[in-house]
């Protein structure tokens, strides 16, 4: 038995790594498919494949086909801001490498808390001081990653990339915001979201219908992977794989994502790692890491003080229990 468990949740690990892969690559290929056809109308096309698979999965899957109204109500504003997020970073990876792009957009992680309820204002007061250490940390690595081969003023895409770990984090506070304590299903609530994404990019959808048709054969193969495995497939293997073990434990794989975005540029979209940009890629990742240590010790200490506070005073309301939610980048 204790076998089987070891091997199950190996196999889990891989598959969340697998799934880390996938996000990290998806910058390359964003850059690539951008390079060909503007940036609104692969993201039309994203959204419109996306779409198309998740309709599907819906109709000829297990349960109720009918979307809540609570599911509506939360898919349409956070389809809203996953727009603005992947039209940020998009156009941020159209101006900058894949490597930079999947590093910096990696602050949402340390960004997130700040923003979040349970992070400053929550219970369990503010974030401790050694948190914004870690933050500086990524600040130091943000500046050295944009500084190239020497210093000089920030490039439009970095910028961009860093515009889009802010709003990001944004969408990742709202989700947790509107999603917490509700009965609202993962692939419904993507479902809605890539509708609403495909509703707002159809009239440059429309008008770019004949740019798209002559798209060759290696362009599409990128808009077909960012759309079934960057975002169907990995959405909802990463639901599948959390399910079956701790948060804390799919964080630490799935935050190896800008690990896998730098590996994959530089050995197959040929960019060149400097020893700024190294030091840069260490820093970010070792303060990404740190961040996300200290608040997910500070948030499981909070917890405790909760759970005892409530065990002492009979009339305490206990809040709803909440799955840790792994804060981590999620790709372009």
């Known amino acids: 038995m204790h076998r089987e468990?070891?091997?199950?949740?190996?196999?889990?690990?891989?598959?969340?790594?697998?799934?880390?892969?996938?996000?990290?690559?998806?910058?390359?290929?964003?850059?690539t498919a951008t390079s060909a056809l503007p940036v609104l109308l692969v993201l039309f096309a994203r959204y419109a494949l996306s779409a198309l698979v998740c309709l599907g999965l819906v109709a000829f899957g297990r349960g109720p086909r009918r979307w809540t109204r609570e599911e509506l109500r939360v898919g349409v504003p956070l389809?809203?801001?996953?727009v603005a997020v992947l039209v940020v970073e998009t156009y941020g990876v159209a101006h900058t490498s894949a490597a930079n792009a999947g590093l910096i957009i990696s602050l949402t992680i340390v960004l997130t808390p700040l923003l979040d309820r349970g992070g400053r204002h929550g219970r369990g007061g503010g974030l401790p001081p050694v948190f914004f250490a870690a933050a500086g940390v990524c600040v130091l690595a943000v500046g050295l990653l944009m500084s190239g081969n020497g210093f000089h003023a920030p490039r439009l895409g970095?910028?961009?990339?860093?515009?889009?770990?802010?709003?990001?984090?944004?969408?990742?506070?709202l989700v947790g915001r509107l999603t917490v304590g509700r009965a609202i299903r993962p692939l419904h609530l993507t479902t809605v979201q890539t509708l609403v994404g495909t509703a707002l990019f159809l009239p440059t959808g429309v008008a770019g219908l004949p740019t798209l048709a002559r798209a060759d054969s290696g362009t599409w193969t990128q808009l077909v992977y960012l759309a079934l495995f960057c975002s169907v497939f990995a959405f909802l293997v990463q639901t599948w794989a959390v399910q079956r073990t701790s948060a804390s434990r799919a964080s630490l794989l799935l935050g190896t994502e800008p690990v896998w975005a730098m590996a994959v540029g530089i050995a197959l979209g040929g960019e060149r790692l400097t020893a700024l940009t190294a030091l840069g890629a260490a820093l970010m990742v070792g303060g990404t890491y740190w961040g996300q240590a200290v608040e997910r010790a500070h948030r499981t200490a909070a917890g405790v003080r909760h759970e005892t506070d409530v065990q002492d005073d009979p009339d305490a309301l206990p809040e709803p229990d909440v799955r840790d939610r792994a804060t981590t980048a999620t790709g372009v």
Do not use: F, K, N, P
């Open 79 to 82: 389809g809203v801001t996953q």
């Open 158 to 173: 970095d910028l961009l990339m860093l515009g889009a770990a802010l709003v990001r984090a944004v969408h990742v506070a």
């Open 5 to 31: 468990c070891m091997s199950e949740l190996r196999r889990t690990d891989l598959i969340l790594l697998l799934v880390a892969v996938v996000w990290g690559s998806s910058y390359l290929s964003a850059q």
